[in-house]
């Protein structure tokens, strides 16, 4: 089995700043795309950032220059720095990533639970 726990969300003021860690653990050979998806109350889930294994980076137009997404291979872990938060950054935040658990098989969608980001005064 697969399971990808996140961690670090919570109530933060506009302009304030969070930092979330996802850690990929379990039946894994290996991990390549790994990053982070959002949903907002009535609203679909969006792609936020996402990083490949070798460091490239990808963000939505609404998050870039604030947001910073990271990871650390060799701990199956991915980040999200969020910086300059808005209330329209609320939303449930979603950990992905594309593990190949075996040589023979191939990479499949994982998803962590998610965790609630408020951004509010």
């Known amino acids: 089995q697969v399971q990808l726990v996140e961690s670090g969300g919570g109530l933060v003021q506009p302009g304030g700043s969070l930092r979330l860690s996802c850690v990929a653990s379990g039946s894994i050979f290996s991990i390549r795309g790994m990053g982070w998806y959002r949903q907002a109350p009535g609203k679909q889930r969006d792609l936020v950032a996402t990083?490949?294994?070798?460091?490239?980076?990808y963000y939505a137009d609404s998050v870039k220059g604030r947001f910073t997404v990271s990871r650390d291979n060799g701990a199956n872990t991915v980040y999200l720095q969020m910086n300059n938060l808005k209330p329209e950054d609320t939303a449930v935040y979603y950990c992905?990533?594309?593990?190949?658990?075996?040589?023979?098989?191939?990479?499949?969608?994982?998803w962590g639970q998610g965790t609630q980001v408020t951004v509010s005064s």
């Open positions: 992905n990533a594309q593990i190949q658990r075996r040589t023979w098989m191939s990479a499949n969608d994982y």
């Open positions: 990083a490949t294994t070798s460091g490239t980076t």
